[in-house]
């Protein structure tokens, strides 16, 4: 099933506010990565963070928001624990 041009409206819009939200966290800086990085890092979380939630059956009762705030959620969780994995093999491979 295609999604619709709503859609993915919705989920680039949810992936750049994601992404600036743990851009800013992270680097502690306002641009964060980047518009195409806040971008790229947003929606690999919403994709991580929306399979988290469905897996684990998390609910937070927001969904009846067009661009819910459990999604900008999960995507940010998403979002910080993809930049943790990153984290994590990128000194693994200095200690190498």
């Not at 041009?5 to 851009?23: F, K």
């Not at 890092?41 to 459990?70: M, Y």
């Given at each position: ?51 988290l ?17 459990e ?26």
């Amino acid at each position: 099933m295609a999604p619709t041009i709503g859609e993915l409206i919705v989920w680039l819009v949810v992936g750049a506010l994601a992404g600036s939200a743990t851009g800013m966290l992270v680097k502690r800086q306002r641009e964060g990565f980047g518009r195409l990085g806040n971008l790229g890092v947003g929606l690999s979380g919403a994709l991580i963070g929306g399979l988290l939630f469905k897996l684990f059956r998390i609910d937070l009762g927001l969904a009846e928001v067009s661009i819910s705030l459990e999604d900008l959620i999960a995507a940010l969780v998403g979002s910080l624990l993809l930049l943790g994995v990153v984290r994590l093999i990128r000194r693994a491979k200095e200690r190498r």
